[in-house]
């Protein structure tokens, strides 16, 4: 028989849960537009029913509020990170893809490279080669090729400042990172505490831990686990305690538990570029007070670092590379050694016309990389860089490159002094096996990827047109000069480009290109090396200084001294040589043939027509020279529709996986509004129970068998 | 699926957004009129548009600057050439005029005025300029065809000059021999000239001259392009007369030498008589004894700028044809070079014509040695007619020449013939008075045997009269197929500038076509429908007012509302 009291028991249970389900429904109101809140749950259970020992057995005991739960599924999170990984990824090509297609429209708002192109092409050329005599026709010429200068320097230099962009952006989501991975170490073990104790979760602060692994999907690629701790004491007891896992980039691990990871930016040093258009100062990113880097430019590192990645460094998967055909060799440099510490601390003074061993290492590209074989499509870095060799990183100093009757190349790399910067010397190589490569394939069309290509239009174009002007007289009967040039970094001073210091596989004469060569080499008392260094500090050769070059510009003196190669040729520096804005009259216009033909002779200018519109004379990616922004305008312009597709896409999917996860953790104010009133229901009617009761201890007590 | 208001705030959104940007879109390409906005809308579309702008600018240059300029540049050359053809034909008529029968004193004068007044005019339009170039001058527009200036003493300028002729080019003339060689009455060795003779001095040629000593020879001769010239030109092989033959398979050009003795080379000028010269056993007192007495001579006459030729150097000549079997090759070319340094300033610049070497002491190079220019050198390897063309693009790989060459209209020897007119009308001209003279010496009283003599002066100067005038007329008759030449080549080339002009005025037309399809296929490719843009604005805003509507309704109220 169970207590008479027992029923005033029940309806105060009664009474209690149905109050912590209204305050619930309270909380879950006032959370409907929390971002990131799940909609909370009273759990109750019928509680243990009473043994009352009469026939009609055990009575039920009335409710037991257990705790309060938060209604949410882990599995639509795992798919939304992974949704809000390619939205971030897209999101961001979308946002610089923009921005380049900006710099290669051309319309009526934006005047581009067609335009500009035309006018040198269609009317300068043809009111020159109508008045091929007048000098203010040739002034007008000069004065359009400076503009089609103007518009590549313009337009390279906002590549180069978009990149700078993306870089500081890196940097952003690289220290957001760091914040976010403490952020949740903390909230690990704030969760820990809470849990520890008995069943109740932590259910805001978990809350929290997923609204921050939300924010953290869209800048990198995540995954989570969360295990919990074996009890130590009974190994197969679980817990409360757990260990919640970040990993990001594809399983690098962020978090584990209450431990981070951080990550650093490092900038690249002016002597550590990977291409020769790359801005100054890019990061690399690296584990803090570890030696293994950050995998940045992992395929499946995801979300907006991997969309900025792509734009700053992405290639279209051509990156320098090949096997070593030599076995590794040294050459003695003279060199002054700037003062620097020893591995023990010891500060070792600065030495003056050291002779310093310097390891080298030759290789021979693919012969599937055709772009290895044009020194117009190189990008490689003119101060120096990083080269890779057997996946080991090594600096070097100078490049070379050596180009046979076959038109096979073979590059040559001076590895820096070892104590300053590489801290081993080169082992031993496997020729035909050892792998060298220089930056990483990015399988996008980014920035490097676009400087390139006006890069390699800016030379070749250059370098045709000059050699036809070279080709021909002026007017006047003088030697005809070129008329394209590039400034020398750091001075006003230009380059001299010639014919005897030529690299790319259209150049025809190359026996007598090489003898060119040995006599340059002769005259610069270079007779004992075996290729001419055209970049770094090794073997510089001097170049013509401005005064120089206008003192020789038209006398056939036979001094081909200091011609420089077009590679050091860029979209940057592409410049109109001075001599010849100063003085428009030296602009050739007549083929040697004809130079006693007269002012008006004009043949030559008929030949620089077909240079920039007949495909055989110059040829870009298969098109002529006035079709360059057909073809990179294809590449970018599909590049961005492609990425606003997926943007969008993707945009739509997460959206979606949002609302799948709303359905199950959203706050319904119907719903709530019904809890409302059935909770009430309750909590009145356990009220009622009690006031029921109340009577019925009122009859009992005061008026029975009294 | 548990659908929650937010769920419904959510899908609302999505769908407002995508209406609102349809309508951005659509209100952009209203306010812009153009179908795309930025490449990736439609890259097709942008790429297309930049070639169409590229073909548009193309043709707006060929049509309004290049046919334009074209035009004007035609409008001058036409204007000057016009003028040289009439000079031309006014020649041809005069010619014949002069060429029949006898002419009165009256007639021949009027015949030397206007030879004269052609002379002065056929060469005055050569030097009409287009914007300060010479239309004429082919690339060396900055070039006088005249030289403008005197070039002489000091200041003169050497020009070594290939003329490039043919047998056809060779003429004959009728020289009046006038010059007798005798003893005079005190007994002296003199030579006199009837054509010097004058009524004063007739008793002079009592003995040495009558009748029959006046007597006509005919002479085989080149006019060369120039008066005073300095010399022939002697290279190492002495001097040589060249001409074109052709070897080899397929035939080639090449020249073949032919040396000249250089004792039968004679160098004189027109004036020189009383030479007492004797050549092959003849007394010869004048040039053009020597050519009459020497089949071999070459006998220069510097003055007037004429080679004559010895029967065998002539018909030597004369067996220089074309070959017909090679079409490129001119077999019947002769080379001839010579020297000239002093030049007035209505003489022709050679390097319009010739193939030359100007050197010149007074302007020198920047060595300080003389200038050497060489000029037109690929004359000499038998491309003389294509030559200088210059050409106005006026559509994708259509050109159209607009200028005419000097040498097409304006002929140096035109000149050099009116010249030799000229002076026979003038020999002529002056036997007559003389012959007019002895006419009043013979009315004058003397006796008979004074009476003799002048008869006989008179006879002998009548005879040569006639016969000058038979030269004259033999002139005229023989220059009528030539200047008639001349008069065909200039209206020829003044017919080619009127084609040319024509053909411009076609393809202007066609320009001007294609410059609107252009445009008009530019418009198509990116201007938008206006009407369906309207039309799909118009529905867009239908769509995004409905759903603001039904958005607006349902998160209105929810079930809180009604508790």
Known sequence: MASQFFGLNIAYKGLTAANASLNTTANNISNTQTKGYSRQEVVTKAAEPLRVFANYGCAGAGVDALYVERIRDEFYDNKYWNAQSNNGHYESLEYYSKIIETQFTDDKAHVGFSTIFDQFRIAGLQETMKTAHDESAKKQFIGFAGQLTDYFNNTYAELMSTQEDCNQEIKTQIDRINSIAAEIVSLNKQINTLEIGGNSPANELRDARTLLVDELGKLVSVSTKEIHVMDPNDPDQETNVTRYIVTIGGGELLVDGYETRELECVARATYEKINQTDAEGLYDVRWVNEESSFGLQSPVLGGTLQGLVEMRDGNNNENFNGIASKPSGTVTIIEDIPAYYDDFGNYIPPKKNVPVSHDTITLRPDPRDKFMFDLNKSNLPESGGIIRIDGKEFHYDSWSVAIDSNGDYEYTFVLSHETALNPERLGGVNVGATRVEIGDAIDYQGIPYYMNQMNEWVRTFSQKFNDTLRSGYTADGDIGMDL???????????????????????????????????????????????????????ASRPYLTKAEDTQLAGQNTGLQYGYDSYYKLTAGNFQIKSFLEDDPKRLATKTERNKTDGESQYDLLEELQLVMTDKNKMSFRGCNASEFLQCVMADVALNTSNANTLSSNYTNISKSIDNQRISISGVDEDEEAINLVKFQNSYNLASRMIQTLTEVYDRLITQTGV | MRITNKIIQNNNLNNLTVNKVLEDKLATQMSSLKKI?????????????????????????????????????????????????????????????????????????ILLTSLKHYRDEVYSTADVDYAGRYVFAGYRTDTSIKFGETRTGNNKLQYDITYQFNRDDIDQIDYVDTVTRGTNGAGQNVVLDLRKLSRSNYEDYDGISDETNVTSTQIHRIILPYQNIDDLITGADGFTISHVISTGTPPVQSTENVAIVPSKIYPHNATDSGLNQTVNGVVCETPYDIAVADPDAVVVLKDTGEILLGSNIYSRMMGYRDNDTTANINEGEIRINFRKSEWLADDLRPEHYFSCTSTDTVKLNAQGGPTVIDYNHKYLEGKYDADQPIEYDVGTGQVIRINTMAKEAFNPIIGRSLDDLIASIEDVQNLEKIQAQMAEVLKLPMDLAQQQKAQKQYDAVSKAYTLAKNTMQHLFEHGITRVQGFSDAASLAFTACGSRGSKLALIKNRLEDQQVTFEDLKSKNEDIDMAEVITNLTSAQLTYQASLMAIGKVSNTTLLNYL
């Open chain 2, 37 to 109: 906005n930025r490449p990736s809308d439609d890259p097709v579309i942008a790429i297309r548009a930049l070639r169409l702008r590229s073909n548009f600018e193309e043709v707006k240059q060929y049509n309004e600057r290049n046919a334009e300029d074209a035009e004007s540049w035609l409008d001058i050359t036409d204007g000057a050439l016009s003028n040289v053809s009439g000079v031309l034909e006014s020649m041809v008529a005069d010619y014949t005029k002069g060429a029949n029968g006898d002419l009165t004193t009256d007639q021949r004068d």
């Open chain 1, 484 to 538: 394209f040039t590039g400034e020398v970094a750091g001075s006003n001073e230009q380059w001299l480009f010639g014919e005897d210091m030529r690299y790319d596989t259209d150049y025809n004469h190359f026996q007598t290109t090489l003898d060119a060569q040995n006599a340059v080499r002769q005259r610069l008392g270079l007779a004992n090396v075996s290729y001419i260094t055209i970049c770094g500090s090794a």
